[in-house]
């Protein structure tokens, strides 16, 4: 496993604790189908969470946030779309779809920023 995938696992695990903590309850992680993977999937109260976690060493090039563009929404929520076919019990549930970012302060420790309703205009 290169390094920037053991990051990127360390992140998400590091993402799915802090959201446990919040309250919500572990559904899935690394969901994948031929459109695309859904990093976290949660549940918070009666609502289906879709997560996806970013994590960027610098801003130079944007921020996490900033390189979710139109093409990886259009995605994330075709490959939920997906889940939900596929898992039919979930469609009597609300859905949103919240990013985790996430980066290391001056002191090395990741910080996470959680945006609840990410995609909503």
Known sequence: MTETLKIGAAVEQ???DYLTAAGL???ASNWSCRFGEIDLIM???DTLVFIEVRYRKSNSFGG???SIDQHK???LLTT???FLNENPHWLEH???FDVITAQ???AQKITLDWIQDAFES
């Open 14 to 16: 590091y993402a799915k």
């Open 25 to 27: 309850s572990f559904i």
């Open 43 to 45: 549940l918070e109260h």
């Open 64 to 66: 996490a946030l900033d």
């Open 73 to 75: 929404r259009d995605k």
């Open 80 to 82: 939920a779309e997906y």
């Open 94 to 96: 609300s859905c949103r």
């Open 104 to 106: 290391k302060d001056g």
